[in-house]
């Protein structure tokens, strides 16, 4: 349980969950400016009424120092069953970044609300195999 936490990270990920299962990640408020900035790898894990900012620093995305791009993910699921619900997500990406991935997978649930720059080219989720 990871709960009622406000995270400003001095590294490049808010919350990586490695080989979690059963996990609940709820009512936190992450903020970062690197894409990355939450990160689950295992099964039947609930992410639920979180606020995820994605901010500029200094008036600009900033580059992510592991190298990641835009397509990684600004929130990148590894696993099954897992849901993502009633979260609200911020974001100040760059337009064609993905907000939330899936990266491998099956029957992973996401109930979300995002905003993000306007136009038909944005690219809010992300579903692979």
């Known amino acids: 349980m ?3 936490n406000v995270i400003y990270p001095n590294g490049y990920t808010c919350l990586w969950l490695t080989q979690a299962n059963n996990c609940n990640v709820s009512h936190n408020t992450f903020t970062t400016w690197y894409t990355g900035e939450i990160q689950i790898e295992g099964n039947m894990n609930s992410v639920f ?3 995820i900012t994605a901010a500029l620093a200094n008036g600009a995305w900033a ?3 592991q190298g990641r791009n835009g397509q990684y993910g600004l929130v990148r699921i590894s696993g099954n069953d897992n849901v993502m ?3 609200i997500i911020m974001s100040w ?3 064609n970044d993905v907000r ?3 990266a491998t997978g099956s029957r992973n649930v996401l109930r979300i609300s995002i905003s993000a720059p306007t136009t038909a ?3 809010y989720l992300r579903m692979g195999r």
Do not use: E, K, L, S
């Open 2 to 4: 990871f709960t009622g």
């Open 121 to 123: 080219r944005t690219r």
């Open 63 to 65: 580059a992510d120092p």
């Open 85 to 87: 619900d009633d979260n």
């Open 100 to 102: 939330v991935g899936i």
């Open 93 to 95: 990406q760059p337009v």
């Open 49 to 51: 009424a979180n606020n």
